[in-house]
């Protein structure tokens, strides 16, 4: 099979397909969710096509069988388009209750498995590393520098990369086996993440997972946290990520005890003379 994806197949012969098969075509690429979930024949009555005209299509996309396309829409579906979440006959949720029912068990399900021990280990290990390096890209990107910024308020050298216009690898030159690397792995992940894991796994540094719940293992990290993101809309919740890092910061600044009420002395101090705040 080759690497491109499913929907990547579906869009490159929607020009070159006849009727049947473009209305076909049309709803998997709208609704690929569908094929990844019904039987050939199932796809067949939500499109108002035949079961040829399925066979056709799914070879036209370069498949032997409709159970091939299936499997690939499925691996697909995994990497955490919400494209694979939309049904033809799905219901719009409106009512802003369902959204709270979704994310209070999101809260419950990312910070109940979690030890208290746990915590305040990754707590101490900020404070005591050389440098904590926070790394986040696409939705986790502004995740990474709330972090930071939170944490700054009682650790003196600490970063979020990339920042605009850099590359990590800008940043991993600098990590050390001295440091601390906080690395999110939040879907949709960029395509060369499990490389860039590595590479910083390389350094030596100790690693800190925060990732979403269809990250079952993260092999040489130091913690794993997994957060849930349900949401019965089209985007991911990231309301269980926010309650992780309120904990990481709050157990942090109390583990700081008397040196951290210093920092923060001097920053109100100079908060005062600048007249910022």
Known sequence: MSDRSFLSRVRGVLPSLHPAERKLGELVRDFPGELASYSATELAELAGVSNATVTRFVRRLGYSSYDEARRHAREDGASGSRLYLGHVTGEVVREPGTYAEADIRNLRNTLDPIGGGEVDRLARAILDVRKVWVVGFRSANPLAAYLQWQLTQVVENIVAVPGAGQTLGEHLASITQDDLVIVFGLRRRIASFETTVGAVADTGARIAYITDESVTEAEGADWHFRCSTESPG????????????????????????????LRLNRIETFNERLGEL
């Open 234 to 261: 089209s985007l991911f919740s990231h309301v269980g990520v926010m309650a992780l890092l309120n904990l990481i910061a709050n157990r942090t600044i109390d583990t700081a005890a008397e040196a951290g009420r």
